[in-house]
Structure formats: structure tokens, C-alpha cells
């Protein structure tokens, strides 16, 4: 059988009219990611959400009561200066675009199928995911556009939308559902695989079918992370998305006022138990420009480019740089803390009309938003394999589950390791077995997980399902290696 699959070098258009990806960024970009007339409401501790804004006769967008006490709204500024001398608001701040970080190039999402297997991912293999099993895994929220719920490699325990129009956070853009797979796709027949196969993914979706959202729908997701994490056994999160913005100290406090709402959602889900890796971003600059990678409570992630899921520099080079060297569009910096493969990352996408749909359910995709879930899959299967490690962290600092994962990272300098990076993260490493970034060992059938999947059902005016092909207990044969489009050979993202 045939399967087909695309290289997407798709484009992200920020309503404010920027378009990020290699050399995206700077001063002129930071400002026009305000969100002229929306707002942010921070409330006093005790001060009802509800409460103010009927006072104030607003309609809130979003109300937030876990992560952060307050709303969003759009006001105007007579409303504006009458929310700001409320005793009960501790502070109001412009709301901001924020959006995924796949590599965008050109004006429009470029799709170029290629004929290549659905096998086990390069990336898997460069990082020794490939015999990973678990036992009693934590779900893992994909904070993102959603997720495909009827892929049949994804365990999509549940999903919530914070974009008008979708209820339930199912995927209309497609890159969450990339995300997804990367972190936690089933062992399949035809040897695709996740780092963490089969874990249960809540989608939850903050970006919408463009891949952009705002400061107050990403807010919405950590506070929904927050107050779900327990019932729910959520400790990992991944947001493969961001902004421009930098650290701000004490978790987004000065004095009593809240500056930064988003640092302050993130630390109090944090210190609730929930480790979030995130991309450190595409522009090629350093990290601290970005948030929420600037932020010192998360897992920031840079790229890596890896062509034939093996260390020693031996493969030929990839869309972005030579083997094994750091990406050229990656974010870099001291505010990183892992890297990971992040180049023609080959995943699950849907099979429906979407930006990053394609009929196979397979696509390519590069960014540091394809780096981050393999360390959220990885930190899936660090706590399934630590029984009783803390994913609680503090402020200014990541948690013990967050800090040993990092522990079992390769140096750069290592055979798994990589060169060209400006910064010294080391290298994901999840070892299971411990075959040194080069064995290709059988991936291992694992049994489909109790929780009750949407897989076995169509839905109603959907695509079929795509079949899902018996694991074999027989070796499979050598993968092939994905089809990297050569280098110099990409024009306006397609493969010339
Ligand atoms: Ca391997
Ligand atoms: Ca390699």
C-alpha cells in the first residue's frame, strides 16, 4: 500500500498583518502584535468576574477563574478608564496575537505530496523513542488548534474550545493534530509511532483555523489546563505557540499588579502541577524576545535538523542545514532548555479540508512547534517511569520531572548530540532502549489504552476512516527515509 504525505512550508498570517517564520520578529513586529481594543481585566483576589462586568455592562470574550482571576473583553476608552478606577481590578493590559510556530514561507499554505510510507519517523528513531512503552501514562493537553479526533493513531480523551465557531476542539487547521502525533501517535502496522504512543491527549483549542489566537484565548487554555489538571491526570502540556514578549520577574508581578497575565496563568499552572514544554519560536533570534519560551517556568524547545534519524552528521542535509546541525530558523538562547528534531518532521495530520490537511493523514512539517511535543511526549514518559517525581514547579524555576528529563540529555558534544547551535541546550534523549541514536530496534505493538476512543466510528459527513493495518510481530522492513526536498531545490515552499 501506498501512502502519500506532504511537505507543507505553510504560512501564518497574524491578523495584525505580520507574517512570521524565517527572519520574523523584531521591534516593528512586537508592536503591531497589540490587539487594538481588546483587553486583558486582571481582578483583585475575591472580586467576582461575573460581577464586574455586569457592573460595568461588558460582555466578556473570556472569563478567567483558575490560572488568573479576570475576563477579556473589547471595550472602548471611556469603559476603558472607568474598568481602571474599579478598587476590584487590579490591573487592565492590551490583549496580543499569538500564533503556531510551524516554518512559514510565500503568501499561502503550500502542499506537496510526496510519495513516501507512514513508517516509524526519523525523529522517533534520532531520539530512541522507538521502544518506549508506559505504564500508567499522564495525559498530556495539546494547547493548540484543536486535534483531528477520528485520527486512529491519537487517544483523544476529550476536547475544549476557546475559538468562536468550534465547540469542541476538534482540528481545522491541522497543526495541533501534527503536534499530536509527534508526542503521543499509537504504534502503528506500518511502524509510525509517537514518542509517548498512545498517552490520552485533551485538545484544547486556542488557535484558530489559521493558527492564530491571542494572549486571552491562550490564557483561556492555561486556565482550563489549570482547573482540569487534577480530575483529569493532566500533567503535561505542550504550546507549541507564541509571541513576541520577554521574561517578566516574580511570575509576571510587580509590587501588587499584575504586568503580565500570561507569565502569571503559566506560573500558577506550574505550581499546580503541570509541566509545559514550549517552541522556542522560528525567527532565527534569541528566545528571550519570545513568550512564552522566555519564560523561566517552561520547557523551552529549539530544533534540530536530522535526515536520517541517526547522530555522527552521516545524512544528507535537510530543508534547513546540514545533518544533525541546529536549525537555521530556530530561536536560540540561554532561555532554552532542550533541543529536539524539528525538521521535515513526518506526523498525523487530518483528512479533511484544512490548511494542513492531506488526504494520507501523514504530512511533513519543520518548526520548533514540531521539536516541542517530542520533549512533551518524553516528559510523558519520564513521569510514567518515575513514580512519585514532582511536576510541580515554582517560580523562576521547572519542576524535578522537567529538571531530570533534561539530566538524561545528550550534550551537544555527544554522538547524539549536534553542532551550529549559538547556545548550549543539550539534545532530547529518551533512551528506551538506550541504543546511542543509532539502532534501528523493532517498535513494540502496544495495546489499545481503556479510555474509549472516537477512532472506531465515522463521522457523520466525515472522511472514512483510514484503515489501520494489524501489527505484525516480524521485523519490519527498513523505513524508508522520508523525502527531504534537496536543498536550494525549495521555491515559495514547494520542492522544484
Ligand atoms: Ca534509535
Ligand atoms: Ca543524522
Given at each position: 500500500m501506498k501512502f502519500w504525505h506532504l511537505l507543507v512550508l505553510t504560512v501564518i498570517v497574524v491578523s495584525a498583518g505580520v507574517i512570521w517564520g524565517v527572519g520574523g520578529g523584531g521591534v516593528a513586529a512586537q508592536r503591531s502584535e497589540v490587539i487594538p481594543g481588546r483587553y486583558i481585566v486582571i481582578l483583585e483576589p475575591g472580586a467576582s468576574p461575573d460581577a464586574v462586568a455586569a457592573g460595568h455592562h461588558l460582555a466578556p470574550d473570556h472569563v478567567f477563574r483558575s490560572a488568573l482571576n479576570g475576563f477579556s473583553v473589547a471595550v472602548g476608552a471611556s469603559e476603558l478608564q472607568a474598568l481602571t478606577r474599579?478598587?476590584?481590578?487590579n490591573n487592565v493590559v492590551p490583549d496580543r496575537a499569538m500564533h503556531a510556530f510551524p516554518v512559514s514561507v510565500g503568501a499561502a499554505p503550500i502542499v506537496e505530496p510526496l510519495a513516501v510510507?507512514?513508517?516509524?519517523p526519523n525523529s522517533i528513531d534520532r531520539v530512541d523513542a522507538e521502544g518506549a512503552a508506559l505504564a500508567s501514562p499522564p495525559a498530556i493537553a495539546?494547547?493548540?488548534?484543536?486535534?483531528?479526533?477520528?485520527?486512529?493513531?491519537l487517544n483523544v480523551a476529550g476536547g475544549v474550545s476557546f475559538?468562536?465557531?468550534?465547540?469542541?476542539?476538534?482540528?481545522?487547521?491541522?497543526h495541533g493534530t501534527h503536534v499530536s502525533g509527534t508526542a503521543a501517535g499509537r504504534v502503528m502496522g506500518t511502524g509510525f509511532r509517537g514518542v509517548a504512543p498512545g498517552v490520552p491527549l485533551y485538545a484544547v483549542k486556542v488557535?484558530?483555523?489559521?493558527?492564530s489566537g491571542s494572549w486571552s484565548t491562550v490564557i483561556s487554555g492555561v486556565d482550563w489546563v489549570t482547573n482540569n489538571a487534577a480530575s483529569k491526570g493532566i500533567r503535561v502540556a505542550n504550546m507549541s505557540l507564541g509571541g513576541t514578549g520577554s521574561n517578566s520577574a516574580n511570575?509576571?508581578?510587580s509590587g501588587s499588579t499584575v504586568v503580565d497575565p500570561l507569565h502569571r496563568a503559566i506560573c500558577n499552572s506550574v505550581q499546580a502541577g503541570v509541566v509545559y514544554a514550549v517552541a522556542a519560536g522560528?525567527?532565527?533570534?534569541?528566545?528571550?524576545?519570545f513568550v512564552p519560551a522566555a519564560y523561566p517556568e517552561v520547557v523551552a524547545v529549539s530544533a534540530v535538523g536530522d535526515?536520517?534519524?541517526?547522530?555522527?552528521?552521516?545524512g544528507p542535509a535537510t530543508s534547513y542545514g546540514a545533518?544533525?546541525?541546529?536549525?537555521?530558523f530556530s530561536n536560540f538562547g540561554s532561555s532554552v532548555r532542550l533541543a529536539a528534531p524539528g525538521v521535515d518532521i513526518l506526523s498525523t495530520v487530518p483528512t479533511?479540508?484544512?490548511?494542513?490537511?492531506n488526504p494520507s493523514g501523514y504530512g511533513l512539517l519543520s518548526g520548533t512547534s514540531m521539536a516541542s511535543p517530542h520533549v512533551s511526549g518524553a516528559l510523558a514518559l519520564y513521569i510514567a517511569l518515575h513514580a512519585?517525581?514532582?511536576t510541580t514547579g515554582s517560580a523562576g524555576t521547572i519542576s524535578p520531572a522537567a529538571l531530570g528529563l533534561i539530566a538524561q540529555a545528550k550534550p551537544q558534544?555527544?554522538?547524539c548530540g549536534f553542532t551550529g547551535d549559538p547556545g548550549s541546550e543539550p539534545f532530547l534523549y529518551?533512551?528506551?532502549?538506550?541504543?546511542?541514536?543509532?539502532a534501528l530496534t523493532a517498535p513494540t505493538p502496544t495495546p489499545a489504552p481503556p479510555t474509549a476512543t472516537p477512532t472506531a466510528t465515522s463521522t457523520?459527513?466525515?472522511?472514512?476512516n483510514t484503515p489501520t493495518a494489524t501489527p505484525t510481530q516480524a521485523p519490519p522492513t527498513p523505513s524508508p527515509t522520508p523525502t527531504v526536498c534537496p536543498?536550494?531545490?525549495?521555491k515559495q515552499g514547494r520542492c522544484v
Open positions: 474599579d478598587p476590584r481590578v510510507a507512514a513508517a516509524l495539546i494547547i493548540d488548534t484543536g486535534i483531528d479526533f477520528t485520527r486512529p493513531e475559538i468562536k465557531g468550534n465547540s469542541t476542539g476538534q482540528d481545522d487547521n491541522g488557535l484558530n483555523s489559521s493558527g511570575c509576571g508581578v522560528n525567527s532565527a533570534s534569541d528566545a528571550s524576545g535526515s536520517d534519524g541517526r547522530g555522527g552528521h552521516a545533518d544533525d546541525t541546529f536549525a537555521t479533511g479540508n484544512c490548511q494542513l490537511c512519585g517525581v514532582s558534544s555527544d554522538f529518551v533512551g528506551q532502549p538506550d541504543t546511542d541514536c543509532g457523520p459527513g466525515g472522511p472514512p536543498p536550494g531545490k525549495v
